[in-house]
C-alpha cells in the first residue's frame, strides 16, 4: 500500500486548505475577529498560575500541532519511565504537552468526536487508517497501547494526567476550527465553540495560543521536543 513520506505536510495542507475554504465562505474577518478577542476571554493571572506548577528536577514541554499516532502521548510516558529509572521520582519531574493546530481534538470528549466527525476534520486515523470516531486516547481500556519489546504502556491522557502530566490547548485553534466546521454544517460559530469549550476534558488548561504555551513553558525551564 502507497505511503505518504510527508504526513504533517499533507496535513498542514489540508488544515490550511479548510481555514482557506471556511474564510472565503463566511469572510475572512468572521474568523480574524474571534482571534484579536483571544486575550480578553481568559484571566491571564489564571493561565499564568497553571504555568506556575512547572517545577523540579527535568522539565519538558512537548508540542503536538498534529495527530501523530501515539507520539504524542508516549513520549511523555517514556519521559517519566527512563527518568524513575535513572533515579527521578516522577513528581520531580514536570512534563507538559501542548495540543495545538489540528491536534486540538484530543483535548475534546468522544461526543464531540462524534458530533462534529473530528476524525475526519483533523485527519486523525485508527490503525485501519480509518477515521477516529472518538477520543482514542481519553480513558483507553487497559492494555490498548503496547510497545515492541516493552509491553502494555499507559499513555491515556488520564492516565498521564495521573502521573502529574500538564495538559494545554490553543484557543486560538479551537476558535478557527470551530467557525470552520460551524460553517460546513450551518450552525453559529459562536454556539460551536461555546460547545466546544464546554466539553473540554477534566484538567487540560485552554490557553491563548499554543505558540504562547510554548513559550511559556520554556520560560519556566522547560526544555522543548516537538511531538507532532
Known amino acids: ?51 506556575n506548577q512547572i517545577k523540579g528536577k527535568h522539565k519538558i514541554v512537548y508540542d503536538a500541532p498534529h495527530p501523530n499516532g501515539i ?23 514536570s512534563v507538559v504537552v501542548v495540543l495545538r493546530h489540528s491536534a486540538v481534538g484530543y483535548a475534546f470528549n468522544h ?4 458530533k462534529y466527525k473530528f476524525g475526519d476534520a483533523f ?8 477515521p477516529q470516531t472518538k ?6 481500556a487497559a492494555g490498548t497501547y503496547a510497545v515492541p519489546g516493552i ?7 488520564n492516565e498521564l494526567q495521573e502521573s502529574g502530566v500538564m495538559f494545554c490547548v490553543c484557543e ?11 460553517g460546513k454544517m450551518g450552525l453559529k460559530p459562536e454556539d460551536v465553540k461555546k ?19 510554548l513559550g511559556r513553558a520554556q520560560e519556566k525551564g522547560c526544555g522543548y521536543i516537538f511531538a507532532g
Open 1 to 51: 500500500m502507497p505511503t505518504n513520506p510527508h504526513p504533517h505536510k499533507t496535513g498542514r495542507r489540508n488544515f490550511l486548505g479548510s481555514i482557506a475554504t471556511g474564510a472565503a465562505t463566511l469572510g475572512l474577518s468572521t474568523i480574524a475577529a474571534p482571534i484579536d478577542t483571544l486575550a480578553k476571554s481568559q484571566n491571564p493571572a489564571d493561565v499564568e498560575t497553571w504555568f
Open 71 to 93: 507520539f504524542p502521548f508516549a513520549w511523555p510516558r517514556v519521559f517519566l519511565a527512563t527518568n524513575v529509572a535513572t533515579g527521578t521520582p516522577e513528581k520531580e519531574n
Open 111 to 114: 461526543d464531540m468526536w462524534s
Open 123 to 130: 485527519q486523525a486515523k485508527d490503525a485501519g487508517g480509518n
Open 135 to 140: 477520543n482514542a486516547f481519553w480513558q483507553p
Open 151 to 157: 509491553g502494555p504502556i499507559a499513555i491515556g491522557i
Open 172 to 182: 486560538a485553534a479551537i476558535t478557527v476550527n470551530s467557525t470552520v466546521i460551524a
Open 195 to 213: 460547545d466546544w469549550m464546554a466539553n473540554i476534558l477534566p484538567g487540560i488548561q485552554p490557553v491563548p495560543s499554543g505558540v504562547w504555551a
